[in-house]
């Protein structure tokens, strides 16, 4: 359907920021109410977990600094969980939604309400359904407007436009990965992708409903991209149209033109795009990027942007019924899986560092962490499972494969139930080898546990992120939660502890919340641990989450109230 930004444009000139429910100045009330819906994609219509009735859910629209409610209501028919999802919530970890991590999930039936602080974060970021493969469908995006008197560190953009990209599965999503935990195999792969709901014209039964966007020539508009696909990176890009890359996770970069991007599940990217061609339809398009050996989708989700001229000079506009899809310019992306330009790309990102909008690189640190990133195997039982050789596919930090508990570890951690995790994940892997090369048998199989990460307050942190060659090498995503990070050095093949630090970046690093692991090789990232609680750490692969390729980050109080972990609140969802 098509989709129009004057509406938009006007209100962002008239308000300076939008928001969507009832407002109190600086603070935003919402409600989430979580309930199957039906919809139509791909021939079929299936049964969906939606917030509030659409896929994707709604928008959440604020200035810096504000803070929001939401009371998420679960009219589902099992229990959930809300994450937003590089919103650092200083010192309330009780708001951060993982299951099982910061909160049990909210039986259907009850009500959790959650707050979101919002202090540093300017940009887009996104809300996510954070329990089990919940989150296909039960995702939307997060707006952070500039503070009034305020701007952009760029040209105000006649108006901008939110693009979310989304895997579509005609099965069951918690069928299909309980299943494949049960056989220990690959979970089926998604049967589409989607640009804001949509899979496009190059799917059966999905021509009618392709997204547009509608421009104005020669106006310059502000793009708000975000991943929120369970299983894959994405290359995007906009058929004769350069992109101008201003912003990823909520923190400004050095402005970069690039004809397209790459953008991990989790990752969000702001881009100006100049609508500066001649006028008529041009596909947006999201093609996978994958670079491992396990089946995906290798299918494309394409959009259109649209001219409003081109509308205005034909009398059969709609290229669905007056021209054929190829007569559409197609954007020029990368091959599936294409690691080096990938790599290439990240490397082009950095913080802008100006006076508006410093940097805080930390110089010195007190901790480091060597940390090996690894799909494994686990014995079967009978020998017949769906792994590889009849093993049971397992995932990795340093040859740990993280178990959930049954009680969340946050209420653990704050009234101190024994039996629920250990504080001793180790700041290094067990077995130092060729990580990219010659597979070690021994680390194969890795070790189960709820370990976790005990971090004293402010200490200065580096973990040396280290991919490694067993089973499928692959790039990983990965999120820590309660923090943003400087990604101050990206490399392939194995870390060198003693050269590859001289070619860090300590001037201005990208300040981010996810981050991809290049396939074999190695990522390393800083931050300081001010912000006291339980975090959660994983990559954004939802299947390798849920092989273990997790763990939790804890720091502790800092002596003071104002440097310690807020109480609960007054309910919370119990631990059955």
């Known amino acids: 359907m098509g989709h129009h930004l004057e509406i938009q444009a006007l209100l962002i000139a008239l308000l300076g920021f939008m928001f969507i429910g009832k407002s109190q100045g600086n603070v935003h009330y919402y409600d989430f109410v979580v309930e199957e819906k039906n919809f139509t994609k791909l021939c079929s219509t299936k049964s969906i977990l939606t917030v509030n009735g659409s896929f994707p859910g709604p928008t959440i629209r604020v200035q810096k600094g504000d803070t929001a ?128 709901g949509e899979p496009g014209h190059f799917y059966n039964c999905s021509r009618e409903t392709t997204y547009h966007s509608w421009v104005d ?70 093609s996978p990027f994958y670079d491992g050996n396990a089946p995906y989708d290798n299918s494309t989700a394409t959009a259109i942007l649209q001219y409003k001229a081109y509308t205005y000079n034909q009398s059969n506009s709609d290229d669905k019924s007056s021209s054929s899809s190829r007569a559409i310019p197609f954007p020029m992306l990368p091959a599936l899986n294409d690691s080096g330009t990938a790599v290439n790309f990240s490397k082009r990102l950095r913080s802008l560092a100006s006076k508006d909008h410093p940097v805080d690189v930390p110089k010195n640190v007190s901790r480091r962490i060597f940390m090996t990133v690894s799909i494994n195997v686990l014995p079967c039982a009978n020998s017949n499972c769906s792994g590889p050789n009849g093993t049971r596919l397992s995932s990795s930090f340093n040859n740990i494969s993280f178990r959930i508990p049954k009680i969340d570890i946050l209420q653990a951690y704050y009234w101190n ?88 970046n300590l001037i201005d690093p990208p300040l981010v ?34 092989w273990g390729m997790d763990t939790v980050v804890i720091v502790r109080d800092g002596g003071t109230p104002q440097t310690s972990m807020l109480p609960p609140p007054k309910y919370l969802p119990p631990c059955s």
């Open 69 to 196: 409610f939401v009371t998420v209501h679960n009219k589902g028919s099992y229990g959930v969980t809300i994450h937003w999802h590089g919103v650092k919530e200083p010192r309330d970890p009780w708001s951060d939604g993982p299951e099982n991590i910061t909160q049990c999930p909210i039986p259907p039936g009850t009500s959790f309400r959650q707050k979101l602080a919002f202090t540093s974060e300017e940009g887009t970021l996104w809300w996510h359904a954070h329990s089990s493969w919940s989150r296909a469908t039960v995702h939307g995006a997060i707006l952070i407007f500039p503070v009034n008197q305020t701007s952009y560190p760029f040209p105000q953009p006649h108006a901008q436009e939110t693009f979310i990209i989304g895997e579509w599965y005609k099965g069951d999503v918690q069928q299909i990965i309980t299943s494949a935990l049960a056989s220990g195999g690959e979970p089926n792969s998604s049967d589409a992708y989607t640009i804001n």
């Open 417 to 504: 139930i024994s039996g629920v995790f250990t504080g001793d994940f180790p700041d290094e892997p067990p077995l130092y080898f060729n990580f990219t090369g010659d597979v070690v048998n021994t680390t194969m199989i890795p070790s189960t546990g709820t370990r976790v990460i005990m971090l004293d307050y402010k200490e200065v942190v580096e973990i040396v992120w280290q991919g490694t060659s067993l089973v499928g090498p692959e790039n990983h995503p990965l999120h820590l939660h309660g923090f943003s990070f400087y990604v101050v050095g990206i490399g392939l093949g194995n870390f060198n502890n003693v050269s590859d630090p001289l070619s860090y």
């Open 513 to 546: 919340n996810t981050f991809g692991l290049p396939k074999n090789g190695w990522v390393a990232m800083r931050f300081v641990a001010d912000n006291p609680g339980v975090w959660y750490m994983h990559c954004h692969l939802d299947r390798h989450t849920s």
């Open 217 to 286: 020539y020669g106006k310059t508009y502000l793009f708000r991209i975000i991943n929120s696909a369970m299983n894959e990176e994405h290359f995007f890009g906009i058929a004769h149209h350069r992109l101008t890359v201003v912003g990823i996770d909520a923190s400004y970069t050095k402005p970069f033109k690039t004809s397209f991007i790459v953008i991990g599940p989790g990752q969000t990217m702001d881009v100006l795009v100049t609508a500066d061609q001649p006028p008529r339809q041009y596909y947006i398009a999201a």
